[in-house]
């Protein structure tokens, strides 16, 4: 049975960082292209960042682009998403994903298995 398994969101201010962190288990993890989604209150569920299996590649959205970071940790089979200079429009529920193959589409229908989410509020 795939499990994954978000944590690290938290309350932060207007301007500061957080790391949030995805273990998955049940999966041979680097066969995996492993994705960040979020979903604010009130709207659809969208795409942040991806990492190919390899850790070789990596997309972002636009709006997270030099200020978001993927990486992934095969040993720990765990994908982290380094946030800084967060803004209060970051502010929803992250989920991460994962899939085989590669590819920079964004649409959630593209990935298999998801996380319960953990949340991130950002405050003024």
């Known amino acids: 049975q795939v499990q994954l398994t978000e944590s690290g969101g938290g309350l932060v201010q207007d301007g500061g960082s957080l790391r949030l962190s995805c273990k998955a288990s049940g999966l041979s993890f680097n066969d995996y292209r492993m994705g960040w989604f979020r979903q604010a209150p009130g709207k659809e569920r969208e795409f942040v960042a991806t990492i190919s299996a390899t850790g070789s590649n990596n997309y972002y959205h636009d709006a997270v682009y030099g200020r978001f970071t993927i990486s992934r940790d095969d040993a720990k089979n765990t994908v982290y998403l380094d946030m800084n200079n967060l803004m209060i429009a970051d502010t929803a529920v992250y989920y991460c994903?994962?899939?085989?193959?590669?590819?920079?589409?964004?649409?959630?229908?593209?990935?298999?298995?998801w996380g319960r989410g953990t949340q991130v509020t950002v405050s003024s």
């Open positions: 994903a994962a899939t085989k193959g590669w590819s920079t589409r964004t649409g959630p229908s593209d990935y298999d298995y």
